[in-house]
């Protein structure tokens, strides 16, 4: 049905079900299954990364910049931010050489800002 391998009859079914579009085409259900996964997806994503902010650069940095000046502030929480998320690339499956890579982009990262 121009789906390819994606189409899957019995999960359809169960979205069918679950969203209540049981008398919708099958276009339509998968239509609104992807459209409500990435607006629910973008929202979680959205306040995680948003509360993540809060406390890096809302809470911690002003007590390190007082403490030690922007420079090493920024560098201590671009190391401690870097640490933070390693676990997260190694469930992403994420080479080693990438996380390195990230962790130093994020320590410059976290300079810049």
């Avoid at 969203?19 to 994503?45: A, E, H, N, Q």
């Avoid at 922007?70 to 990438?98: E, P, R």
Wanted: proline letters at 1%; glycine letters at 10%.
């Amino acid at each position: 049905m121009g789906w390819g391998s994606f189409y899957n009859e019995t999960f359809v079914k169960k979205i069918a079900v679950l969203y209540g579009t049981s008398s919708y085409s099958d276009f339509w259900t998968i239509s609104i299954f992807v459209f409500m996964t990435v607006i629910f997806g973008l929202i979680t994503s959205c306040s995680k990364a948003l509360g993540e902010e809060i406390g890096w650069s809302g809470y911690i940095i002003n007590p390190l910049q007082n403490k030690y000046g922007a420079l090493k502030a920024s560098i201590i929480l671009g190391i401690v931010w870097a640490i933070w998320h390693i676990i997260t690339y190694y469930q992403a499956h994420q080479t080693t050489g990438w996380i390195i890579w990230q962790c130093i982009g994020t320590v410059f990262l976290r300079i810049i800002m």
